[in-house]
């Protein structure tokens, strides 16, 4: 296994989809186009994508190194100048024009599913197409790593209406809902698994966040997490763990929107 | 708890990649269902994260919910008996509420039975 950490992370969510295609709901266009070029981005080596909506073919792209090198086949419904570059190589002069594709046939509200292949033929390296970023940017989509530099803070926000604490080492405990004052007792003992070293941040990875419930207080979840050296926990009410972790997990490939 | 309930269970959720069923208490896997083969290695490794859990000086008790951009990871204890935990990997798409909910169900079953 490779130590690049974008690698690593394409082949641990390949393997943790199993075999079955990934399939989206997607309500907002956003959302739609951020799966097609979450689905170019990841492609390293050569693949022709087919895109299906609801079941039914959509579109037919082909990609490699992060570069969306040709519109293989696309509906009537596509622009008509889309549709003549259909089959040849892409160039960067034609990126207005394929994102204006896409927006169009991406509009949200669609059920997406990809499927990929290898490409009948190799692309020409001397073709090397649209880079995936500039269709982010050209589609006023970023991906979250570039627009969230503090994960830990833009969950603390998201998150509001369900924390009960914040705990962060060498700050006062900030008390967030009132009505839930936090045990003397609790304080501590989060105090001592924020104290290095200890068996929770061993077991925790970059960018991701522990959480669990407590035999003293069932109603209650500590999430714990670390960015950089810094150990920092957070009380929630047990019921809203699974959410929050999901909306964590998911913070790592949701595109967003974000301004022009 | 058999390999079938494991089995049925993941295929439920398509983002459910593996559910494993640990004794912590000896360290061991017990049994596991998952969608792609598994090196031992990788099961030793959830079995290790469940032990850590469960049989630490950490306070956590019934669930508890590992997540990151690669998925997330859960860890239930049975309520029969608490050294028994099942663990699921799920990925990143997933809906960990409702994974969660089930595995609740799942444990719920085998302890009755």
Same mark, same amino acid.
């Given at each position: 296994?490779?130590?690049?950490?974008?690698?690593?992370?394409?082949?641990?969510?390949?393997?943790?989809?199993?075999?079955?295609?990934?399939?989206?709901?997607?309500?907002?266009?956003?959302?739609?186009?951020?799966?097609?070029?979450?689905?170019?981005?990841?492609?390293?080596?050569?693949?022709?994508?087919?895109? %299906?909506?609801?079941?039914?073919?959509?579109?037919?792209?082909?990609?490699?190194?992060?570069?969306?090198?040709? /519109?293989?086949? %696309?509906?009537?419904?596509?622009?008509?100048?889309?549709?003549?570059?259909?089959?040849?190589?892409?160039?960067?002069?034609?990126?207005?024009?394929?994102?204006?594709?896409?927006?169009?046939?991406?509009?949200?509200?669609?059920?997406?599913?990809?499927?990929?292949?290898?490409?009948?033929?190799?692309?020409?390296?001397?073709?090397?197409?649209?880079?995936?970023?500039?269709?982010?940017?050209?589609?006023? /989509?970023?991906?979250?790593?570039?627009?969230?530099?503090?994960?830990?803070?833009?969950?603390?926000?998201?998150?509001?209406?369900?924390?009960?604490?914040?705990?962060?080492?060498?700050?006062?405990?900030?008390?967030?809902?009132?009505?839930?004052?936090?045990?003397?007792? /609790?304080?501590?003992?989060?105090?001592?698994?924020?104290?290095?070293?200890?068996?929770?941040?061993?077991? %925790?990875?970059?960018?991701?966040?522990?959480?669990?419930? /407590?035999?003293?207080?069932?109603?209650?979840?500590?999430?714990?997490?670390?960015?950089?050296?810094?150990?920092?926990?957070?009380?929630?009410?047990?019921?809203?763990?699974?959410?929050?972790?999901?909306?964590?997990?998911? %913070?790592?490939?949701?595109?967003?929107?974000?301004?022009? | 708890?058999?390999?079938?309930?494991?089995?049925?269970?993941?295929?439920?959720?398509?983002?459910?990649? !593996?559910?494993? +069923?640990?004794?912590?208490?000896?360290?061991?896997?017990?049994?596991?269902?998952?969608?792609?083969?598994?090196? #031992?290695?990788? +099961?030793?490794?959830?079995?290790?994260?469940?032990?850590?859990?469960?049989?630490?000086?950490?306070?956590?008790?019934?669930?508890?919910?590992?997540?990151?951009?690669?998925?997330?990871?859960?860890?239930? #204890?049975?309520?029969?008996?608490?050294?028994?935990?099942?663990?699921?990997? !799920?990925?990143?798409?997933?809906?960990?509420?409702?994974?969660?909910?089930?595995?609740?169900?799942?444990?719920? #079953?085998?302890?009755?039975?």
């Amino acid at each position: 296994m490779t130590d690049h950490p974008s690698i690593a992370t394409i082949l641990a969510r390949a393997a943790a989809l199993g075999t079955d295609s990934q399939t989206l709901n997607a309500p907002t266009a956003e959302e739609a186009q951020g799966f097609v070029l979450d689905a170019l981005a990841a492609c390293i080596a050569p693949r022709d994508l087919t895109i %299906l909506d609801g079941g039914q073919p959509l579109l037919r792209l082909e990609a490699a190194a992060g570069q969306l090198s040709r /519109l293989v086949s %696309l509906p009537d419904t596509a622009p008509a100048e889309a549709r003549a570059l259909a089959g040849h190589p892409l160039m960067f002069t034609d990126l207005e024009t394929v994102a204006r594709t896409l927006a169009r046939l991406l509009p949200g509200d669609q059920q997406l599913q990809c499927r990929s292949a290898p490409p009948a033929q190799p692309p020409d390296p001397a073709q090397p197409g649209i880079a995936v970023d500039a269709l982010y940017r050209q589609l006023g /989509l970023a991906p979250p790593d570039a627009v969230i530099p503090d994960r830990w803070a833009y969950l603390l926000d998201a998150a509001e209406e369900m924390l009960i604490a914040v705990v962060e080492p060498g700050k006062a405990p900030r008390q967030i809902c009132p009505d839930r004052p936090m045990t003397g007792a /609790l304080e501590r003992q989060i105090r001592t698994l924020l104290d290095p070293p200890t068996p929770a941040i061993n077991t %925790l990875d970059k960018n991701e966040i522990l959480f669990f419930t /407590l035999a003293s207080d069932p109603d209650l979840a500590i999430g714990l997490a670390q960015e950089g050296a810094h150990p920092r926990a957070m009380v929630i009410e047990a019921g809203a763990m699974a959410e929050v972790a999901a909306f964590w997990a998911s %913070l790592a490939h949701v595109p967003l929107a974000c301004a022009r | 708890m058999t390999r079938d309930d494991l089995a049925s269970f993941r295929a439920g959720f398509a983002h459910c990649e !593996l559910v494993m +069923l640990a004794d912590t208490s000896a360290g061991t896997v017990l049994t596991f269902a998952s969608a792609i083969h598994q090196g #031992q290695e990788r +099961l030793d490794d959830l079995c290790t994260t469940a032990c850590t859990l469960f049989r630490s000086e950490l306070p956590v008790f019934g669930l508890a919910v590992l997540s990151g951009p690669r998925g997330s990871k859960l860890f239930l #204890q049975s309520p029969r008996d608490p050294s028994e935990v099942i663990c699921a990997v !799920l990925g990143p798409r997933a809906d960990v509420p409702t994974i969660c909910a089930a595995l609740g169900r799942l444990a719920d #079953q085998e302890s009755v039975t």
